[in-house]
Nanobody, 124 residues
Framework: QVQLVESGGGLVQAGGSLRLSCAASGRTFSSYAMGWFRQAPGKEREFVAG????????YYADSVKGRFTISRDNAKNTVYLQMNSLKPEDTAVYYC?????????????????WGQGTQVTVSS
């Protein structure tokens, strides 16, 4: 069992930056692929970024490529999402997720554990 707790969300102006963190419990964090997803009101949950178990491979949605960076620190059981050049359309609840298969996918159902989410609001 893994528990995930996100932090770092908030209100920021367009063009600004935020850094989200996701702290995981347990001693097997490095065995999980990790992903960040987001969900805006009235929309489906969508993939934002993913990172392999070692951190050696990263994946991004086209909408955030070049602006967001995912990273992880396995010694601290934490995954991060650095978000730069934020746009109003980035406004959503952001969730981190852990997948036991250890493979990054864009499909929410492939992930086994989810955090409670953190709100990101970008004003224009």
């Amino acid at each position: 069992q893994v528990q995930l707790v996100e932090s770092g969300g908030g209100l920021v102006q367009a063009g600004g930056s935020l850094r989200l963190s996701c702290a995981a419990s347990g001693r097997t964090f490095s065995s999980y692929a990790m992903g960040w997803f987001r969900q805006a009101p009235g929309k489906e949950r969508e993939f934002v970024a993913g990172i392999s178990r070692s951190g050696g491979s990263t994946y991004y949605a086209d909408s955030v490529k070049g602006r967001f960076t995912i990273s992880r620190d396995n010694a601290k059981n934490t995954v991060y999402l650095q978000m730069n050049s934020l746009k109003p359309e980035d406004t959503a609840v952001y969730y981190c997720a852990a997948g036991r298969l250890g493979i990054v996918t864009t499909t929410p159902s492939s992930y086994d554990y989810w955090g409670q989410g953190t709100q990101v609001t970008v004003s224009s």
